[in-house]
């Protein structure tokens, strides 16, 4: 080995960069195991500065929680042990004794927080003050006991609360470092009024006053009071007393409007004063304010207003308080305040518009839910057509206040409440059978129209801002969070605990002529770092199209409504149907979208609506209405031929029709196979178009097949082996002939259908004879089919052979097989099916390898 160095030379540089490479290895290891602890420690634990050293264990409690729960516990005692001798043992000593007795411990546990606090017994003093206080309402007690037993319970309470308040706040006040007093005398202060009322004789509006009263004083301290405690405790007391007065006001404006509508005007300015000092608490006072307010006003207006009146007079008063929100802007209102009056009043109109919702139900779901017969030319009366005719005059306002509005969310609530407008009015205030059926057409031309062209709604309404582009918001993302040039960012690794930076270890001295022991540069990112992808974002619904889905939604009920209510009459319903027909193909053919295959449909039904009410017009009967019906799928098929955008949907409606045909058909099978065939033209019709040549073709065998089956059947044919089989042989030849020249085809498409043709038929007449020779024939040519499908791998020969084999042997030894049950213990059915369940459990894994590779055998087959 040549080198440059001596060998003692290259030996002394070798066991220098050994030790940089042991000295380097032991220091990522340390600041290993910090960042390995600053990531798994819980988040509330103090960061330690790097190294990490053992941290104390920690109690399961501090000094000072082991503290108060003592002194709590001590204080507790001695309030009980207070109350005890203040009830118990005091009838045992005398005036003096029991004069001194109280005084002395009053005094003893009003004056010692004074020394304690002096020493620093903060916790110790609070609880002996707890007990004083106690203990002075266990003198006014015995005050009343002894010295003024016939004074009057409620008066002396209330007396002794106002001055204990008094006495409280004083004491709190000097002794500032204790807690407890002064949120006491904010409790006892509580008191004086709503009990002196109580004692005066006064009633329910005289108390509401000394509430409101009171909660106005609460409210002050809670404005201007300093001590957190105190203004928490005037806030739990004005909002209880306030919304006492505030109750009683609204149950004095439904009693006596004109006795509760001051009440209810001054607790709403309480609430209004409160409001513009706490901007916190600015739209909840405000709320309350409003709904005081249309209280106290619509009080005295529903008195002098007739009875249906009352509900508009509450909505006209809603409204004009909503109003603050525009108005209110000028007249710089806060915008919490604002906000909170113009949600009481929304909330009042709301109510109001609920209140004119029945006759809406009524009119929309009363023709469907019709009571008398079709044509009968009787027509049921509403429900609700005693409702207040003023309902109709609540929609008409809401929807006028909210057109003022220019946003998306008014306009549909316009919609809706011209839609519920027009559908009330036959209800609310009544109209004759003409003019309903006439209006609810009316209705449904107009929301249809609206659903199709929405522009003139969307105008002055705010375009949705566009969401901003993928790549413009992954370069945003890129740039500002890109790592340095030096391949670690800027942004060292931060205590999740602390969120402080930890220092970094000091490196390792650098060996001259060595790459070890390069100052220390960060650990905080990687140049391979690449920005997240930002989440593609839904564009924003245009006004438009919203709005023209709350049309189309009103119109397709208006249609139902209208159909369903022109059944009454025989001339109105032809009118009904053909109207309905032509608004619903007139949006299918000018819309766009779902709507466009929903009104599509909807065509199709309502077009097999006139060919029914046609027939029965013309008295047919059920088989040749039937044949009639089949107008619709043929109509259909044609449409769905130059229709792309709907030819599925279309077509689907039309094969349903279909099968009502071949239900009115079922109970004459002469009809009904004619029915059959018709609908096998159809769809033999259809699968001349490529894209539906698939399921088409194969449907209008079936079809065929089916008509076949059942003229065999109406002709009282018993043999039909004598009619299937000249089918299934060219069949088959045919089949064979394509499968010699196509090996790749289907043994389905070749086979299938000859097969089939022959084989179910029989099967059905096997399972009603009674012979034997029938069931052996079909057997032996089921096993001859399936050993040819085994043979040839063929999965149609294999699957239609065997299906009908295990079916013709089930039914030749289903006799035998229930004698044999019969013969059987009842025991022994249930114990052979848990040794089946035990036995497939147990080898559960390789019957689903073998169901898997017979699957997968039968997949390979053509």
């Known amino acids: 080995m040549d080198n ?88 045992s000593m005398g005036i003096g004794g029991r004069a001194a007795v109280l005084c002395a411990v009053t005094g003893a ?69 204790l807690r407890v007093p002064l949120p006491a005398a904010v409790v006892a202060a509580q008191l004086p009024l709503p009990l002196g009322v109580l004692a005066a004789g006064g009633g329910p509006t005289a108390f509401a006053w000394a509430a409101l009263v009171t909660a106005a004083a609460d409210g002050a301290a809670v404005l201007w009071a300093r001590p957190l405690p105190v203004r928490v ?48 608490w600015a739209v909840a006072a405000s709320v309350v304010a409003g709904l005081a307010v249309v209280a106290a006003v619509g009080g005295p207006l529903r008195s002098v207003l007739p009875g249906d009146w009352a509900v508009p007079g509450y909505v006209l008063c809603g409204l004009v308080l909503a109003s603050v929100w525009r108005a209110g802007a000028g007249a710089r209102l806060p915008r919490g305040v604002r906000a909170g009056l113009a949600g ?48 109709a005059l609540v929609l008409a306002v809401g929807a006028a206040a909210l057109a003022s509005v220019a946003r998306l969310w008014a306009r549909c609530g316009v919609l809706v409440l011209v839609w519920a407008l027009l559908t009330a009015l036959p209800v609310s205030p009544g109209l004759p059978y003409a003019a309903t059926l006439a209006l609810q057409l009316l209705t449904t031309t107009a929301t249809l129209w609206i659903a199709v062209r929405p522009a003139p ?49 000091s490196a390792p001295p650098r060996v001259p002529g060595t790459g070890f022991g390069a100052p220390w540069s960060g650990w905080s990112g990687w140049s391979g770092w690449t920005p997240p992808k930002p989440r593609p974002q839904a564009p924003p619904a245009e006004p438009g199209t919203v709005l023209g889905w709350v049309a189309y939604a009103g119109g397709l009920l208006s249609a139902v409504g209208a159909v369903a209510l022109a059944l009454d009459v025989r001339e109105t319903t032809f009118v009904a149907l053909g109207v309905v027909l032509g608004l619903l193909a007139g949006v299918a053919a000018l819309g766009a979208g779902a709507r466009r295959t929903v009104s599509a449909c909807g065509a199709v039904l309502a077009a ?51 099968l009502c045909a071949v239900g009115l058909a079922g109970s004459r099978p002469a009809f009904l196979a004619l029915v059959l065939a018709l609908g096998g033209v159809i ?25 076949a089956w059942v003229r065999l059947g109406a002709w009282g044919v018993t043999t039909p082996e004598a009619y299937t089989l000249p089918v299934t042989v060219p069949a088959l030849v045919v089949g064979f002939l394509r499968r010699r020249r196509d090996p790749a085809a289907s043994s389905w498409t070749a086979y299938g259908p000859g097969l089939a043709v022959t084989l179910l038929p029989s099967l059905g007449a096997a399972w009603t004879d009674l012979e034997w020779v029938r069931p052996l024939v079909l057997g032996a040519a089921a096993l001859v089919v399936t050993l040819l499908g085994a043979r040839f791998r063929l999965q149609a020969l294999l699957l239609l052979g065997g299906t009908v084999l295990a079916l013709d042997g089930l039914h030749e030894l289903a006799p035998y097989v229930v004698q044999v049950v019969g013969a059987l213990p009842r025991w022994l059915p249930p114990a052979l099916a848990g040794l089946l369940l035990l036995a497939v459990g147990a080898t559960y894994e390789q019957r689903l390898r073998d169901a898997r590779r017979l699957r997968e055998r039968l997949a390979r087959m053509r």
Not at 119 to 148: K, W
Not at 627 to 653: C, F, K, W
């Open 683 to 707: 769809a033999a019709a259809t699968a001349v178009r490529p894209e539906r040549r698939r399921f088409a073709s194969w449907a209008a065998a079936g079809l065929f097949l089916l008509a």
């Open 109 to 177: 546990a009003l004056a010692a927080p004074v020394a304690l606090l002096r020493r620093g017994l903060a916790s110790t003093a609070e609880s002996v003050a707890v007990l004083g206080l106690v203990l002075m309402v266990l003198d006014a007690y015995a005050l009343h006991r002894v010295a003024l037993p016939d004074a009057d319970g409620l008066g002396y309470a209330a007396v002794v609360s106002a001055v204990l308040a008094g006495a409280w706040a004083a004491y709190g006040s000097a002794l500032s470092r």
């Open 233 to 280: 405790t005037a806030g739990v007391g004005a909002a209880v007393l306030g919304g006492w007065a505030l109750l009683t006001g609204g149950w004095l404006s439904l009693s006596s409007p004109w006795s509760g509508a001051p009440l209810l005007l001054a607790g709403a300015a309480v609430c209004l004063y409160a409001a513009w000092r706490t901007p916190g």
């Open 608 to 658: 097999a609506g006139l060919v029914l009410a046609g027939a029965e017009a013309a008295g047919l009967e059920d088989h040749w209405t039937a044949l009639a019906l089949l107008l619709i799928p043929a109509a259909t098929a044609a449409v769905g031929a130059t229709a792309r955008p709907v030819a599925l949907p279309v077509e689907i409606t039309g094969a349903t029709v279909g």
């Open 344 to 391: 009481a009043g929304a909330s009042v109109t709301a109510l109001g518009l609920l209140w004119a919702l029945p006759p809406v139900v009524a009119g929309a779901l009363g023709p469907p839910a019709r009571t008398t017969e079709v044509w009968s030319g009787e027509h049921a009366g509403p429900a609700l057509a005693s409702y207040p005719a003023t309902a």
């Open 4 to 91: 440059s160095l001596p060998p003692a030379d290259e030996l002394v540089l070798v066991d220098r960069e050994l030790a940089q490479l042991e000295a380097r290895r032991t220091h990522l290891l340390a600041r290993r195991a910090w960042l390995v602890q600053v990531l798994y420690r819980p988040a509330r634990a103090a960061t330690p500065r790097w190294p990490v050293t053992p941290a104390a264990p920690v109690a399961d409690s501090t000094p000072r929680s082991a503290q108060n729960v003592l002194l709590t516990l001590g204080g507790t005692l001695l309030t009980i042990a207070a109350v005890a001798f203040t009830l118990v043992s005091w009838g």
């Open 457 to 505: 709604l969307t105008r002055g309404l705010p375009r949705p801002e566009a969401a901003p582009d993928a790549r413009t918001a992954t370069a945003g993302a890129a740039g500002s969070a890109a790592p340095s040039a030096t391949g670690l960012t800027d942004r060292p690794v931060t205590d999740p605990a602390s969120g402080s930076v930890p220092p970094p270890p």
